[in-house]
């Protein structure tokens, strides 16, 4: 899936899942470290549990952050498979 972000500096996040699980997390844009680390940390990881771990998380003094727009992306992928 692709997601367009929004309020952060990345501007796309791409992932798939598989029963359930996360698996290729890739962000376009963005602080290429730290977002290289999200994504290593969120690989095979349930998709519910990902959307509780990084939902909320803010990034300075913006309401949202790359981590919590992943969350925002999980939960529309959610939405779209009901």
């Not at 500096?9 to 962000?27: M, P, R």
């Not at 290593?40 to 939902?55: C, N, Q, T, Y």
């Amino acid at each position: 899936m692709r997601y367009k972000t929004q309020g952060v500096c990345s501007s796309e996040i791409q992932f798939n899942v598989a029963d359930g699980k996360l698996s290729g997390v890739s962000y376009q844009g963005g602080c290429n470290g730290n977002l290289q680390g999200i994504s290593r940390l969120v690989e095979g990881m349930d998709i519910h549990e990902a959307i509780s771990k990084l939902e909320g998380i803010h990034c300075g003094y913006k309401s949202t952050s790359c981590p919590d727009q992943l969350a925002q992306a999980l939960k529309k992928y959610l939405a779209e498979q009901a």
